[in-house]
Every structure is written in structure tokens, then in C-alpha cells.
């Protein structure tokens, strides 16, 4: 009787095994596609953050209830750097780590860079919704790097043309918060202010992010006699800027970028930012895709999308869509179909360059007015 119990029980065990043996080479049990996605979740940044996860969580919805991706449901994994560049290290360390192929993020452009190196060794493709800083793509370094946002020589020409063409300012003040992103736009239009014949830089200096107090600058900008400000930078310190401005009457034009496109800059600066003028990713409210996603957040969540919701959202669809396409979450396989496949996507049908830059997006410009950011035409 010992014996052929003990004879059923290894027959069951090596049926077992053959089962597990067949089900794996038959695709089941494979590890699953896993999302990262990393950015300023917490801290004076996170409107900028946040609705990247749940452009992520409606995008999973929909590709999982049609089956996932490679026969498995894609699941996903968030992780705050609070727009730091010194958090930004641990958060790539720790998702590079655990395995994870492909991240949505960063946001800020210089928590980006310093985690690419990390993200590039572990070849890990990561795609950005929001980190403009040209040497990201235009430097080379960074060959596992895509956006869906265009980069901030773009967006400080736009900014530079309307403060001269459409506005007809000739004395410029450009003011940025000495980090890469707000920096390298501010290099940017002072490049081409001086490169023009019609204007001139009368005041052209960096401001410490967090400050209490941006009065001193305000007066710098008042004795310069500046009729316009180009700022390269975030909310916070653009919102308290324009309204040490304001409140000393001065009605020299503010015009900023896209770190300043947020309904929080209004929030904070509540009548003050009436006549702002901010660029920020082109308008794509007319497209069907665009519709469709703005009603799926509103559904899912009870309020509009926030800043960059629509470029993470396309994001996350180009990623899931190459690794479909490459049959695998191969770093090269999914790279190369990256920059060979096309997909349609709330910000219009994108591809991407050999640099890593969404082909199809742009800037458009935008002016608050009434409490809420319209576009320029």
C-alpha cells in the first residue's frame, strides 16, 4: 500500500512538472509587462506629476480588458522623485532594479537627466510627457530616450517671435530659476532676442527656487524698463513673481512656458495671473482621441486632466503599442519600433525621430484670461 501511494505520488508530481513545462512553453506564466512611472507625485510639483499615473491607469484599463500586451495583463509601478535630481538617482536605481523595462517619466527636466544614465546602463526605455531640455535628445547621450513634447529651443522661438511679432515688445527682461529645464529655455530666448534686429535682453538673471520673497527681482525688472518678461521655470515662482509685479502696479507682459500652463499658477496667483501669456503643448481638443480620453478622466475621476495628462497618455500607448509590434520588451526590438511605427493618440498620429522626438507635436500659446489659460490664435 506504501509503495503505491508512494508511486501515485511521484506520477502526480512529474505530471505536475509536465504541466507547468508545457504551460510556460506555451507563453503562460511569462513575466508581465510592468510600467513604471516616475515623477513628482508629492511637493509643490505634483500637478505636473500626478496626471501622469492616471493617464497610465486609464490607458492599462483599456489595454487589459482587450487582453494586455504578449498575452499578459500590463501592470504598474510608480515611484516619487519630487522633481529632484538627487531623488531621481534612487527612484531609476530602485525601478531599474526590480526589472522594470520601460518608464513613463520623468517630468522635470533636470530629475530626467540625472536618472538617463542609471535607465541607459540597465537599458531600460524610458519616454518622458513633459522634459523639454534639448541635449536630452540633441546630445546623443541618451539613445534609450523619447518625449512626446517638443524641446525648448521650440518653445523659446515661439515665446521670442510672439513677445516681438505679435506683441511688437522691444525691451526684454529674461528671468529663469537656474535649473536645466528653466535655464536652458532662458538661454534659449536670449539667444534669439539677440540674434533679432526689433529687440533687445535689458535684464537677463537667475532666480533661487523656494524664495519667500522675489522683490528684489521685481525691482530689478522695474528699473530696466523692460515691457516684457520671458521666464523660464515652474509655477511657484512664477506665480509670486508676477504678483510682486502686479501689486506694484507695473503692467510689464509676463510671458513663461510650459512649467507655468497649470491651472495651479492660477489657483496661486488667483487674479494676478489675468494677461499672462504661457506656451504649452499644441491644442488637440478637436481631436476625436483627445474627446474621448478628456471624457474617460472625467468619468474615472470627476475632473478635467491636468497639465501633460494627454502627452502621458500617448506615452503610454506609444511604449505598450512597440512592444507589441517588437513581440517582446527587448530594449533594441522596442527602441527600433519606437522610431519605426506610427500610433494614433489623443495629441495626434506620432512617431518618433532617430533623436528620440515625437514627430507631429508642437507648442501653441496660450493667455489667461476669465481664470483659465486659452489659446492664442
Known amino acids: 500500500m506504501v509503495k503505491k501511494s508512494m508511486s501515485k505520488m511521484?506520477?502526480?508530481?512529474i505530471a505536475g512538472i509536465f504541466m507547468v513545462l508545457t504551460m510556460a512553453g506555451a507563453g503562460f506564466g511569462a513575466e508581465p509587462v510592468v510600467l513604471g512611472v516616475a515623477g513628482a507625485h508629492s511637493?509643490?510639483?505634483?500637478s505636473y506629476g500626478i496626471p501622469s499615473i492616471k493617464a497610465a491607469e486609464l490607458v492599462l484599463k483599456k489595454i487589459n480588458a482587450r487582453g494586455g500586451i504578449l498575452g499578459e495583463q500590463v501592470k504598474m509601478t510608480t515611484e516619487d522623485d519630487v522633481c529632484k535630481p538627487e531623488v531621481a538617482t534612487n527612484t531609476a536605481t530602485k525601478l531599474a532594479s526590480e526589472g522594470v523595462k520601460i518608464v513613463l517619466g520623468h517630468i522635470c527636466s533636470g530629475a530626467t537627466k540625472a536618472a538617463?544614465?542609471?535607465?541607459?546602463?540597465?537599458?531600460?526605455v524610458v519616454l518622458s510627457p513633459s522634459a523639454t531640455n534639448p541635449d536630452l535628445t540633441q546630445s546623443g547621450d541618451y539613445p534609450n530616450f523619447f518625449r512626446t513634447i517638443a524641446s525648448d529651443d521650440a518653445q523659446a522661438r515661439l515665446e521670442v517671435d510672439f513677445a516681438i511679432d505679435k506683441l511688437g515688445l522691444s525691451k526684454l527682461a529674461v528671468i529663469h530659476d537656474k535649473g536645466d529645464y528653466g535655464k536652458g529655455l532662458a538661454e534659449f530666448a536670449k539667444q534669439f532676442i539677440e540674434d533679432s534686429d526689433e529687440a533687445e535682453v535689458v535684464l537677463y538673471e537667475g532666480v533661487t527656487p523656494g524664495a519667500v520673497d522675489y522683490s528684489a527681482i521685481v525691482q530689478k525688472i522695474k528699473r530696466s524698463d523692460a515691457d516684457g518678461v520671458i521666464f523660464g521655470g515652474y509655477h511657484p515662482e512664477a506665480s509670486k513673481i508676477v504678483m510682486g509685479?502686479?501689486?506694484k502696479k507695473m503692467g510689464t507682459v509676463f510671458i513663461s512656458d510650459d512649467g507655468v500652463k497649470d491651472d495651479t499658477?492660477?489657483?496661486?496667483?488667483k487674479e494676478y495671473a489675468e494677461g499672462v501669456y504661457a506656451t504649452g503643448p499644441r491644442d488637440t481638443s478637436k481631436n476625436p482621441l483627445h474627446i474621448a480620453a478628456e471624457k474617460e478622466h472625467q468619468e474615472a475621476f470627476g475632473a478635467d486632466p491636468?497639465?501633460?495628462?494627454?502627452n502621458a497618455y500617448a506615452g503610454v500607448q506609444a511604449l505598450l503599442n512597440a512592444i507589441e509590434k517588437a513581440g517582446s520588451t527587448d530594449h533594441e526590438a522596442v527602441t527600433k519600433a519606437l522610431r519605426s511605427e506610427w500610433v494614433e493618440t489623443p495629441i495626434g498620429k506620432i512617431s518618433f525621430d532617430e533623436k528620440g522626438d515625437a514627430i507631429g507635436v508642437g507648442f501653441s500659446m496660450y493667455q489667461v484670461r476669465n481664470g483659465a489659460y486659452i489659446e492664442v490664435k
Open 43 to 46: 511637493g509643490d510639483l505634483a
Open 306 to 310: 491636468g497639465a501633460f495628462f494627454y
Open 116 to 124: 538617463l544614465g542609471i535607465y541607459n546602463a540597465s537599458n531600460v
Open 245 to 247: 509685479m502686479r501689486k
Open 265 to 269: 499658477f492660477i489657483k496661486v496667483a
Open 10 to 13: 511521484w506520477v502526480a508530481m
